[in-house]
């Protein structure tokens, strides 16, 4: 089939940068649109960043930059806050549409867990 993995994820203090990286196992994603999400305790899962097959981005955090290459796909998170906190999952979708929410995702890894200190 295919997995997602990600890394990256840790402890870092407010106003600090991380970067989380996804790879792929078992099959390509390079012609899937791939997103990333966070999940805060107690809240609804919610979409960060998205990136198409062709490059063209989406964004509801603008402080976070979202890439990919032939291997991995990052999400580059600056300026962290300690509302950032969350568990960070990277997903893939054939669906065309990148502001699309997690409903229309086929491919999800495991999360990795973000946590900012103030």
């Known amino acids: 089939q295919g997995r997602l993995i990600e890394s990256g994820g840790g402890l870092v203090q407010a106003g600090r940068s991380l970067r989380l990286a996804c790879a792929a196992s078992g099959r390509t994603f390079s012609s899937y649109t791939m997103g990333w999400f966070r999940q805060a305790p107690g809240k609804e899962r919610e979409l960060v960043a998205a990136?198409?097959s062709s490059g063209s981005t989406y964004y509801t955090e603008r402080r976070f930059i979202i890439s990919r290459d032939n291997a991995k796909v990052y999400l580059q998170m600056n300026s962290l806050k300690p509302e950032d906190t969350a568990v960070y999952y990277c997903?893939?979708?054939?669906?065309?549409?990148?502001?699309?929410?997690?409903?229309?995702?086929?491919?999800w890894g495991q999360g990795t867990q973000v946590t900012v200190s103030s």
């Open positions: 997903a893939a979708t054939l669906d065309p549409r990148i502001a699309a929410g997690s409903g229309v995702y086929n491919y």
């Open positions: 990136i198409t």
